[in-house]
C-alpha cells in the first residue's frame, strides 16, 4: 500500500491540510519516487550472499548482497513499477482510469489517489558489516551508496501531456536486526538526498505546445521494518515502512499561461508494504 504526496500547487493551509490526511489515506499507488526496497542482509562473515526478489502493490523489485570480508559488503539493488509492462500504474489502477471529479464554489476538494508514472531504478551501496560482537544475534551495519531513477507518463485527459523525471540519489543507512536460524527481523533507516530533474510537454491545441521544466531536490527519511521466516536458506520477507520527503526548494509553475501547471504529477511515495522471498549461502567461518 503506498500514498501519493504532492508537492505542485501546495502552501499554506493546504500542504498542511494535504500532510495531516496522509496517514488516514494510505492508498495504493505508483508515483514519481518509489523508495526502494533496499537490501538489509544482516551479514556476519565473509562470502556471505542475500538475494531477494518481491512485488508491493505498485511495483517488483529485486536486491543482492554480498560480503567480501568480515567487515565490508556491497549491495545491488533495483525496482520497476507495473505500467513499465503493463496497462497498470499499479494493482488499484488503470492507465485510463478518470482524474476525481472536482468540487463546486470554486474549490478543489478533490485527492487523487490515482496511481501515476512508469518508474525505475537502481542503486549501488557498500557498507561495513558484523559491527558488534560475534556472540550476539543482534546485527548491526551501515551501508552508503547512489543510485538512479527515471519517470515517465501520459496525462491521457489533458491533451496526452507527456512527462518525464530523471532523478539522482545520495543516501546512508543503517540496519539493525535479530539474525536466527529459522526467523530474523528488525529495521532500517535511510537517509536520502535526491535531484530531480523534471520535463514535460504541454500539448495546449493541435498547432502549439510549452516545454515545462523545473529542477528541484529533497531530502528523504525513510524508516523501514522487515521480517523473514523460513529455513536456514530460503525464507519469506514481509517489509514495511514509510517515507517522510522534505523538498528543499519549491515547485513552482514556469510559464505566463495560466493553463500551463504539472496537474498533480509531481509526487511521492508515503507508506510501502512489500512480500518476497529471501535465499541465503552461508559465508566462511572465522577463524
Known sequence: ???????DRCSGMKCRVIF?????????????YIPAVRSIPLFEKKGEFQGEAGVSTNSVYVN?????????????????????????????TDIYEAPPSTGGFGFDFSIDTRGKFAHRYGEVSVGKINM????????LEIFGGTGIGRATDIDYFEHSNHYKCNYYSFFIQG??????????????LRIAY??????????????????????F????????????????????????????????????????NSDIYFHNRLSFNFFHFS???????????KN
Request: proline share 4%.
Open 132 to 139: 558488534l560482537p560475534p556472540s550476539k544475534i543482534q546485527k
Open 175 to 188: 540496519n539493525f536486526g535479530l539474525k536466527k536460524r529459522v526467523f530474523e527481523t528488525g529495521g532500517s
Open 275 to 285: 512480500i518476497g522471498m529471501s535465499y541465503r549461502i552461508s559465508g566462511i567461518t
Open 20 to 32: 495531516l490526511a496522509i496517514p488516514l489515506l494510505l492508498q495504493s499507488c505508483s508515483s514519481m
Open 217 to 256: 531536490n529533497a531530502f528523504h527519511f525513510e524508516p523501514m521494518g522487515f521480517t523473514r521466516i523460513g529455513n536456514e536458506n530460503l525464507k519469506i520477507v514481509f517489509r514495511y515502512g514509510i517515507n517522510l520527503p522534505i523538498p528543499t526548494s519549491s515547485i513552482e509553475k514556469q510559464t505566463e
Open 194 to 215: 535526491s535531484k530531480f530533474k523534471v520535463a514535460a510537454n504541454i500539448y495546449v491545441n493541435s498547432s502549439e505546445d510549452y516545454l515545462y521544466r523545473n529542477n
Open 64 to 92: 543482492s548482497s554480498y560480503a567480501f570480508t568480515n567487515h565490508i559488503a556491497a549491495s545491488i539493488n533495483g525496482n520497476l513499477s507495473y505500467r513499465n509492462f503493463s496497462d497498470r500504474y499499479d494493482l488499484f
Open 1 to 7: 500500500m503506498t500514498t501519493a504526496v504532492t508537492f
